[in-house]
């Protein structure tokens, strides 16, 4: 407990850290110590982490809300006296979202959206068995192989598990992580890697990309599925009807995802609950971060909108060359995809007019 009190005094970032309490843990009976133990052990080894837990298991967020929930709330902005409940809106249609309004310059940047997705079944990757991850892998494969005749979203399954039908070379591998379609080696992160989610590695790991390139499937990364629509262009409200209709066939095909009514859709990482989406854009600022030397400002000045901003190869990377960064809207939880893509828009419209300024 003590490194924990270091932790909280050397990295005020560390949420974990923060919201720990030695006497809520104390009450906990053995198994539940040890469980809870096991959700912070990457904070604990990583203390500069941001949230610094992992769930292992949907009912982690209900078992362990004394510690949980105030992280949750703190990170996705919501105050202790308003209830945590998540809906869901994917109808854009009639709201204001297309990037060329703000800029014509805009029109063509690299859009992506992403939601997580987890099956209520399994345990999260955290937890899971070698063999778990394989049977995983080949309830998706069949899914992929009726979703490969579909008009719409058909395409191909690339696996990196040694030995599959569906295999890749690592230099095709290589080349799909350099277009920002693929997940990098997920070992190189100590993030995942200490919670366990990295674990098997490359075992039940591997891609869906629909033949239009635009709609794309993770299988075995940080949830069981992140699916997500990319393309170039300018029209928020076109990409996420894309994300939607990819998601409602994959519905169709497989079991059914973790979802609570108070926490939305169940994810491992706490930042990600809810919508469990991320919409990014990337997004040159060569005078908010020096050149690109420097996400510091960028990032201050981003949060005051309601935006996180990463370096162009993602999380933990650094700002792309003449300062291209990832923009996406922080919270997650308690806002609906709708509310999420307006806010991408509307922080980009205020972020880029501070870029262009004076
Ligand atoms: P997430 O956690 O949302 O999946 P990461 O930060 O782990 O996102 O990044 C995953 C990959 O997606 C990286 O290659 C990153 O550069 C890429 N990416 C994220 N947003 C965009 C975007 N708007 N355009 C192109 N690539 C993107
Ligand atoms: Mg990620």
């Not at 960064?325 to 995809?337: H, M, N, Y």
């Amino acid at each position: 407990m003590a490194q924990i009190r270091a932790i909280r005094a050397a990295q005020p970032g560390n949420l974990m850290a923060r919201y720990f309490d030695e006497d809520y843990f104390n009450s906990l009976d053995e198994p539940k110590r040890g469980r809870l133990l096991e959700i912070i052990r990457s904070g604990l080894e990583n203390p500069d982490s941001q949230m610094g837990a992992y769930a292992h298991n949907d009912s982690d967020y209900e078992d362990f809300a004394p510690l949980l929930e105030p992280m949750i709330r703190e990170y996705h902005n919501i105050p202790r006296e308003q209830e945590i409940e998540q809906k869901h809106d994917w109808s854009l249609t009639a709201s204001r979202c297309n990037l060329e309004d703000i800029d014509p310059g805009l029109n063509g940047v690299s859009m992506r959206v992403r939601v997580g997705r987890n099956l209520a079944a399994l345990p999260l990757p955290a937890a899971m068995t070698k063999a778990q991850r394989l049977e995983f892998e080949a309830l998706m494969i069949e899914a992929f192989m009726t979703l490969q005749d579909d008009p719409q979203f058909g395409g191909q399954y690339f696996s990196l598990t040694p030995g599959s039908s569906h295999a890749i070379d690592d230099a095709a591998y290589q080349r799909r992580v350099q277009a920002h379609q693929m997940f990098k080696d997920m070992r190189g992160d100590p993030y995942i890697t200490a919670a366990g989610i990295a674990a098997d590695w490359p075992f039940g790991r591997g891609m869906y990309v629909s033949n239009s390139e635009d709609f794309l499937i993770w299988v075995g990364e940080e949830d069981h599925l992140r699916i997500m629509a990319m393309r170039e262009g300018g029209d928020l409200a076109a990409l996420l009807a894309r994300l939607h209709d990819g998601l409602e066939q994959l519905k169709g095909l497989i079991p059914a995802f973790a979802h609570s009514r108070r926490y939305g859709n169940i994810t491992s990482c706490p930042t990600n609950l809810g919508t469990a989406m991320r919409a990014s854009l990337h997004l040159s600022l060569p005078r908010l971060t020096e050149g690109g030397k420097d996400l510091g400002p960028a990032r201050k000045t981003a949060s005051g909108f309601g935006l996180s901003v990463r370096g162009a190869g993602g999380e933990h990377s650094d700002a792309g060359h003449g300062g291209l960064v990832d923009i996406s809207p922080r919270a997650r939880l308690g806002k609906t995809e709708t509310a999420i893509i307006q806010r991408l828009y509307e922080g980009t419209a205020a972020l880029w007019s501070l870029e262009n300024a004076g």
